[in-house]
Structures are given as C-alpha cells and as structure tokens.
C-alpha cells in the first residue's frame, strides 16, 4: 500500500490558522492591559456602575480636602446612624466640589469609587464586616487650593460669570468658581432642587459656567489671530501699521472699536495691546482661511479636550471661502466662535508653558484612614499646541498689553503679568461679556487665570481686576 504523501497546502492553512489565534489571543491580551492600565478606572467609577452602591452599603464616603488641608466635603453619622454629606464651604465650591444628594456631580462623581474604597486597619475593617459597621472611606485630596478658590468667589461677587485658575506646568486646578452658585448642602439642595431645575428666572444655577458656559470670546481671541498671522509671516507679521480712527470701513461693513475708541497709528503689536479691532479685522481679512481653520482645530476647537469633568466643546465654523463679514466678526472673536473659559485657560495654559499643555486636573491624591498615600495622581502631558518660538513671542506681547495697553488693572502689580483682555458682543441692547485671561509671573509662569462676566462691559476694568485678586492671593502667599 502507497504511503500517503503530506499535503503542503493543509499545513499552510494549519499555520495560517495558529497565526490568526496567536494574533487573536495577543490582541486580546493587549486590549486587557490597555483597559486595566487606562479604561477601568473609568469605567469603575462610572456612575451606572451597580458596584459602587454596594460599596456605599459597607463603606462610610471618606471626605474631599483641598490642597491645604481644608474639608470641602465629609460624612456625619447621627445618633440614629443617618449619614449626612456636609459641604462646609456652602456655595464657594458648589460646582467643582459638586453634590451628592441628587445624583453625583464634580468631584463627588470625579472621585467616588476613592471615596468608597477603604484601606484601614484589615482587623478593624473584618470586625466591621461581622458586626455590621461600615468601614471608613478614603480621603481624597483634590489640587484645590481653598484660599485662592474664595478668593476667586468674593472678587466675583454676585456677578453672573466664571473663574479658572490653574498651573500651567502641572495642570493641576487651583480654582473653579461658577455663579449663579448654589448651597450643595443636601438641607437647603432639596427645597432649591425643583427651582433650579426648572429655571425659571433663567439663572442656570446649576450649570458649571467654567467648563459648561459657551460665550463668544471676543478680543481674547485675537492671541490666535495675531498666531495665525505669525506663522503664515514670522519676519514681518509685527510691522503692518493701522490708522485707527474708531471705525473700520469695509464696504458695506463697518467695525468699530470698543466704544469707538480712536487708537491712531499703531503697527500690530500696539493693535494688540489695545486690543484694536479694526486692525485685526483688517489683519483677518488677508489671512489663509484653510490654515487657520487648522490652528483653531489644533487648539481643540470643535475637538474633546482633555478633561475630567463635564463640558461643552468650543466652536470655530469659519472655512475656506467664507464671506467678508464672517471674517470681520471672526478674526476679532466675534461671529458664530464660542469657547468655554477652561478651554481658553489650557491655551493660555499652553501660550505659558513653552506651548506644551498639560492635561488638567483635580485629584491630587487619595489617603487611607491613617493618612497613608494610597494612590498619587501625576502631570501628564497632551501635547505641543504651538512651538515654543511661538508661545515666547505670545508672551511678550501679552505682557506689552499689562504695561501699556488695556490691562491696566494690572500694571502696578509687584509681579510682571501677561494677559489679554476682551468685551464680547452677543445680543444687541444688552451690554458685552467681559473677560481676561493671562499669566504670572510673565518671565516664570505659576499660574493662569481666566476671566469671564456676564455683560459685565470692559474686559480690562471689570474682569482683570478678578484675574488680580488671584494673582495677588496666589503669588502672595
């Protein structure tokens, strides 16, 4: 009998088939690592996530600090064994700290696996478990600092707007500050509760207006005009002179300054530091369109932003082949642009660290019962949003604008500042938005802070003079 001869083309499918499996089982295997090391955190801590009721059925929730120490956050037990959530600080960190008795909001919902995952004593914690007591929850330490959030909270007032500060080489936050505000005190959050809900007077009490709030930008906008006009023209983008005389014509357009305001002959640079608009709207309109639209996407326009929270994402629709007007209302920040100010605290963030961002931050660290580090959060990085070139010639003419242009509220500072200030049209008859967004000191960045309020008119007179009770906190302390 013949012996049978081995046939070539089964072994090639054998092999082709333990390729498929072997690349299958490896695939496998990195989609595992690549979700314990990066999603399952996320995904744990998701607020559909049944676990975490369960935990909260044997776990006390351990308390939220700020940076220095202070209770933002914590559990009181009554007699009766009825837990508590206390928010001490009332309204001051209503959005960032969030609340707990009607769903779970900031860092209540940020770190709330950490709050109801206890490292105490495993004796004590096993004696619980057979008596029937919850063990203590985690404390999470979160990268607030408590003074300089009041103080961003009191220089507000009972203005309608937002406050961020963060640093820019760490991204860590430092401050958060929304109002409308509320007392997340779950007392006072229940009889609020439907009211604010239903928003009748139009407060939006409970949206954070730091990371939610979409406003036009206005002048503040103009860092990424005069970018745009660096790197299409790096020798020559500064020496275009403009003779401002309130009004810019553009047949059949116009643009005026704010108020009217006449600069005179002014080349960029000073256009900048006086926040010129008929200079940038003449600017705008020999720009490359395609280019720039690629700069505002490289600066996370229309794009998700590397954030912990909850927030909307800023909008830039001018395309190549837009018309005149758009361009004119664009280029000065105007138009259908609208931006959140944590948004443009990470540009600012960026323009400040060598035009690298750092990915923002709340949570700092997570301590056990016995002040023990269980888990430290890091800086990481995003990446470059500008070269460093760039964001050195950005900080120079921000500068420019606290010592002779419209920062004023800044310049006898005992620190060199950097900044941009901005008035922001949005509905006619009503008076414009106000913001500031800048940088101390200007030779060695600390922090960013960004400004906005609500038609509160001038940029420089109403919103620098906030970004200056920060700044003065912060560097003073």
């Known amino acids: 009998m013949k012996k049978a001869e081995p046939n070539p083309n089964a072994n090639r499918n054998i092999m082709l088939l333990t390729y498929v499996v072997l690349a299958a089982f490896l695939g496998m295997m990195g989609y595992f690592g690549y979700f314990l090391q ?14 975490l009721d369960r935990l909260s059925d044997r776990v006390l929730p351990g308390r939220i600090l700020s940076r220095d120490g202070q209770v933002l956050a914590r559990t009181d037990v009554g007699e009766d064994g009825e837990e508590l959530r206390v928010y001490p600080f009332g309204n001051v960190f209503a959005h960032v700290v969030g609340h707990s008795s009607r769903g779970k909001t900031g860092l209540e919902s940020l770190g709330n696996f950490y709050l109801l995952t206890s490292h105490g004593n495993l004796l004590e914690q096993a004696v619980n478990e057979i008596s029937g007591r919850k063990n203590q929850g985690d404390d999470v330490i979160s990268t607030l600092d408590a003074s300089l959030q009041q103080a961003a ?28 505000d509320y007392d997340p005190n779950p007392a006072s959050l229940d009889i609020s509760w439907e009211g604010m809900v239903e928003d009748a007077g139009g407060q939006s009490q409970l949206l954070n207006r730091a990371a939610q709030g979409l406003y036009p930008p206005g002048s503040i906008f103009k860092i990424v005009t005069i970018l745009e006009a660096m790197r299409e023209d790096p020798e020559h983008y500064r020496e275009g002179i403009f003779d401002c005389s309130g009004v810019f014509s553009h047949e059949p357009y116009s643009i005026r300054c704010y108020h009217g305001t006449a600069h005179g002959l002014q080349d960029m640079e000073q256009a900048f530091a006086n926040s010129c608009n008929g200079a940038f709207a003449e600017l705008g309109l020999g720009l490359n369109l395609s280019t720039m639209s690629q700069l505002a996407e490289q600066l996370l326009f229309n794009a998700e932003l590397p954030l912990p929270m909850a927030y909307s994402k800023s909008s830039y629709a ?9 361009i004119l209302q664009t280029s000065i920040g105007q138009g259908k642009t609208q931006v959140t100010p944590m948004h443009f605290a990470m540009i600012t963030s960026a323009i400040a660290n060598g035009g690298m961002l750092m990915k923002p931050y709340l949570l700092d660290r997570v301590v056990g019962e016995s002040g023990e580090e269980v888990k430290k959060f890091l800086p990481e990085s995003f990446g470059s949003l500008m070269t460093a070139e760039e ?5 120079r003419m921000m500068a420019r604008v606290v010592a002779e242009g419209t920062g004023s509220a800044l310049r006898d500072a005992p620190y060199q500042a950097a900044g941009k200030t901005g008035s922001a049209e949005f509905e006619a008859g009503k008076e414009t938005h106000a913001w500031f967004t800048g940088f101390a000191p200007a030779d060695n960045p600390k922090i960013v802070v960004t400004v906005v309020i609500e038609e509160g008119g001038s940029g420089g007179k109403a919103a620098a003079p906030v970004a200056r009770a920060l700044f003065d906190q912060y560097l003073q302390q």
């Open 318 to 326: 001018m395309e190549e082949g837009a018309g005149d007007w758009e």
């Open 391 to 395: 964001s050195k010639e950005l900080t």
């Open 153 to 180: 909270w009191q220089a507000l007032g009972d203005r309608r707007g937002a406050v961020v500060a963060m640093e820019p080489d760490t991204g860590k936050i430092l401050a958060m500050v929304s109002k409308p």
């Open 38 to 51: 990066i999603k399952s955190e996320e995904v744990v801590n998701n607020s559909y996530n049944a676990r």
